[in-house]
């Protein structure tokens, strides 16, 4: 049962799900609906759906042991996509004149990924709680009642994935700390304490 639960919280909370969501939100509440579809269609396609495809592809064919890319030294081809990916993607958000707020966050979220990469070379940072905990602090100034809503769910998530033993404490932790680091960056950089 406790074992299902955490699995079940990994999952509804996962980067691939919190990411896109937190995306949506921000485009569509800074710009008109027709323009915030096809950004929100670029950034999935470009950042989002080919990392997903990837991971779902080398778990299949074994060369990952989970979706998660738990295993710590199977994480670095995947920073490689993803660092891949990402550089596509701010091309895309440069060149197309995207608000600087949307390359902001994207700058941030690059960060934050490496920060998680040179990590990687001694534990493996929860990803998970990291992403969560960016978001929680990058959708205060749009919504604080939704931002403190999800920041409660961050000890729920870090809980799910040391039971699932995907994580110990101490990466759970380095996972929390780096996404607030970059979340309070976010706010700096584009929120209320930008001014």
């Not at 096809?38 to 979706?67: C, D, E, M, Q, V």
């Amino acid at each position: 049962m406790k074992q299902n639960l955490a699995l079940t919280i990994s999952r509804v909370f996962h980067p691939m799900v919190v990411m896109p969501l937190f995306i949506c939100y921000v485009v569509f509440s800074i710009q008109p609906i027709q323009q915030a579809l096809w950004t929100t269609a670029y950034i999935l396609g470009i950042g989002i759906f080919p990392l997903a495809i990837w991971n779902i592809y080398r778990t299949k064919t074994g060369k990952y042991s989970n979706f998660d890319v738990s295993n710590r030294e199977q994480r670095f081809s995947m920073f490689g996509v993803v660092f891949l990916l990402a550089f596509l993607l701010l091309a895309y958000l440069w060149l197309s004149g995207q608000p600087q707020v949307i390359l902001i966050g994207c700058l941030l979220v690059l960060g934050l990924i490496f920060i998680s990469f040179l990590v990687n070379f001694w534990l493996k940072s929860s990803l998970h709680t990291a992403f969560i905990t960016y978001v929680a602090l990058g959708l205060w100034p749009m919504d604080n009642h939704l931002s403190l809503a999800i920041g409660l769910g961050i000890p729920i998530v870090a809980w799910a994935r040391v039971t699932q033993l995907r994580h110990s404490l101490a990466e759970v932790g380095i996972g929390f700390v780096s996404g607030a680091i970059f979340g309070i960056l976010l706010l700096y950089l584009t929120g209320p304490f930008s001014q």
